[in-house]
């Protein structure tokens, strides 16, 4: 079922699109995993930016 509690039209293994998005985000994931640690090592000694430095 999907995450809305209805049946997949096209049931989910079967999908290649979804496959092939599955594996890039894995992808991404691994080849961004030195910035992320940083990024959230920088996060956990400096704390998040105050406010006004935020862009949204």
């Not at 997949?8 to 985000?25: L, M, T």
């Amino acid at each position: 079922m999907g995450p809305t509690g209805r049946r997949w039209s096209v049931p989910r293994r079967q999908c290649a699109h979804c496959r092939a998005s599955v594996i890039r985000a894995k992808r991404r994931k691994a080849e961004n995993k030195a910035a992320i640690e940083s990024s959230n090592s920088y996060v956990v000694r400096h704390g998040l930016p105050p406010d006004t430095y935020r862009q949204f």
